[in-house]
């Protein structure tokens, strides 16, 4: 019999150290394997004692029990145990089968090698806190149960990295180690190595995506751009199933236009999704979403990410302190119940933190949507974080995206926000939610409350202003471009363009790239918008001009002027070539290139050339 399930999607995974630290010996590592994919065999390799330490929905659990298939079909002797299992009677019981149990007992008459599973060290801590040390308490009775075979093992544990405590698992995993060492005849050392899972791929959302909607899906995450928040097998899919129930109906472009939608299907599937031999959170689901709500609320109040799950220190909020009472009051073990779910990621020993900023905020301006619908007023709720300063209505950073997100849920706080900080309702919250009026409305404020006034502390992400530039907005986002705005308002604008890919922008941005009076910073966001927006045509007419020219040259009292011109080089040359520019034009391209700043870019884009180019090139 196989332990996988029956669905279970073999990924190939890939594996990093748990916690790399950016040194020499590190980096001397890496590049020495730099040829050598990062397996399962290579994690073999470090050691034969491994720690994966990862967040929940990663797969540990599939991973572990697909190895063991993997081996056993190999002719090899493996097992797989839970944690909680061992923990809950004779260990004859824990196997997952009585085949399982069969199997141990040949293996043990038989002599041999043979590999070890321990499944989900945090699991055995919920729901009740069985054991304040499960791993010790398991390898003790593991190694009871082995005696003397204990140094023929290799053993592979799992667990959630916030659950891992240097003071308690690592030693308890270490001092099983030297155990097994001392139990061998050969002279190799054994090190615990601490493992954790590289984030999915496109090629692995690909074999997910399969039998989940298969191309069609995954065009949907790419144009959707949910693609780029998953990180784990369970992040696919939630969303992969979220295009199966709307897949063929009307409803499927709005939910997968609608963040709040998105989100919100996430975070209910997140609070109730299984785990181990049960729920990791038993707590009904409304009660479970109030408390996150106010936990999410309360760290943006604390001005912090992290929530403290134990340990010696505190560091973050205190979730049991804070769900002690009030309106979104739970036990401790269903503080526990509610950490352990995969709505939570570890950030830290001892730490968790909201899988992502954005359901985060989210959940904190739900909170305070309720709070205005029970009766509260959404003036006096907002007065709390929209503060007069200098003479302007200012919203602090911190604050920024939970109130973009209330926003989208409370009339009073959207006509502030355009008023106060229209920046936040085209970057944050659900724009593609809001009314075409009030998104031009934002747009023009940004633009009329003139430029630098954020001095440092905003900038857009092109990623995020996706979800605002959208092609009903093209008309009045180009229409700036005939008399551009100046400073950090012009950088705005280049950005709106590159995030909306609009082709009326094109030959605005082609006189821009052309015009050497602009600084390099100016040239260096037109040509990022530039090559998003234009056709290869359009980027060669401008390569073709760089190359007539000489290039651009150098303002000498521009800061980062260097730096800003060799960025443009590079785009330019990386875009052109070979659709456009031949090598020769290339490599003028990249002689222009002044300075040491992007050597390192350089020479990767001449081992690219050397790699990829015909060969008379």
Known sequence: MTLAAKDFVPLDRRFDRAHASDTADYWAEVLAERERPRDWEWLRARSRVIALLAQAGSGKTAEFMHQVDKERGSGRDAFFFRVERLLN??????????????????????????????????????????????????????????????????????????????EVEQQALESLAAKMKGLRADSDTINVFNATFVPLDLPRIELLAADRGGAEAVAVLVDSEVITDIVTPLDAILYLDTYLEFQGTPDLEARFASRTALLETSVRRRLVEDGGEHRRSRLEFAVGLRAAQFLAFASIAAQTQDLSVGGPRKEGIDPQELLASGHAALSVDGVRQLLACSLFVPSGQARVRFYRREARDMLAAQWL??????????????????????????????YGSMLAWLAAYEPVTRRRMIQAAPEWIMEGGDPRGLALEDRLTALDRHFALGPDRFVGEFRFEVGELRRFARPELEQAIVSHMANPPAGDLFIDLMQ???????????????????????TAGDRMF???AL??????????????????????????????????????????????????ADAAATLTLLGQLEGKDHSHEARTLAEWLTATAPEGD
Not at 496 to 517: F, N
């Open 89 to 166: 009677g004779r260990f004859e019981d824990a196997h997952e089968t009585p085949a399982c149990r069969d199997k141990f007992a040949d293996w043990l008459r038989k002599g041999g090698t043979a590999e070890l599973f321990l499944d989900s060290v945090d699991e055995a801590k919920l729901p009740q806190e069985r054991s304040a040390r499960p791993l010790a308490d398991a390898l003790h009775k593991l190694e009871l149960a082995l005696g003397p075979h204990l140094g023929r093992v290799s053993l592979f544990v799992s667990c959630r990295s916030s659950e891992w405590f240097e």
């Open 496 to 518: 709106l363009v590159e995030a909306g890919r609009y082709p009326s922008a094109v030959p605005h941005l082609i006189g821009i790239t052309k015009d050497y009076s602009r």
């Open 531 to 580: 090559i998003s927006c234009g056709t290869a045509d359009d980027i060669g007419t401008v390569a073709a001009h760089y190359v007539a020219t000489g290039g651009p040259p150098l303002h000498s009292t521009e800061l980062f002027g260097i730096s800003r011109r060799n960025r443009v080089l590079l785009d330019l040359a990386i875009a052109s070539y070979p659709r456009v």
């Open 369 to 398: 949507r309720d709070r205005i619908e029970e009766g509260g007023s959404a003036l006096a709720v907002t007065d709390h974080f929209i503060k007069w300063a200098f003479g302007k209505l200012r919203v602090p950073a911190m």
């Open 526 to 528: 037109a040509m990022r």
